[in-house]
């Protein structure tokens, strides 16, 4: 008697040896998928906290701040300016103008909504700052809404923008 296998059996293992592989091939396919995913969220999540916390910590303590509806032409030399343009968030300042965040930010119509009550109030800006991805995988967003109150601001107003324009002390 000969010692081997036949033909049926390398078939028979062969194909359960294929359908395991398959098998651990779309479990490390959709692990990746998921990693990725995870990854741009992550992504778009710390750009928009960012955008929110940077906004917070320039203006908290400005001396005098208005809100534009649309970025100037020129810009006025000691004044300071936010603003989100190609979808990232800017700051401008007498030394030039840096991106803050990256490319992944929506421009709402009006960004930022200033709120000065009068003298014995407090006198705030809140703003949304709202990120997206658009993907193959579909769209996703995240939006932060913040309120600010302003230390240093004492007059009566209301206003909305896409600028925010201000002076530090």
Known sequence: MKKGFTVIELVVVMALFSIVILLLWSV??????????????????????????????????????????????????????????????????????????????????????????NSTKSNNVTYTIRGSIDNSKGDRTYDVSTTIHLNNIRNNSTDTGQVIVYKKP
């Open 28 to 117: 490390l396919f959709s692990s990746m998928t998921m990693f990725d995913r995870s990854k741009e969220n992550s992504e778009m999540y710390f750009q928009v906290r960012y955008g929110s916390d940077y906004i917070r910590n320039e203006i908290r303590n400005a001396t005098e701040i208005e809100l534009l509806d649309s970025i100037p032409a020129t810009f006025i030399a000691g004044n300071e300016y936010l603003y989100i343009e190609d979808n990232t968030l800017k700051h401008h300042t007498d030394s030039g103008t840096k991106e803050v965040t990256k490319a992944i930010l929506e421009e709402d119509t009006p960004m930022f909504l200033l709120v000065l009550i």
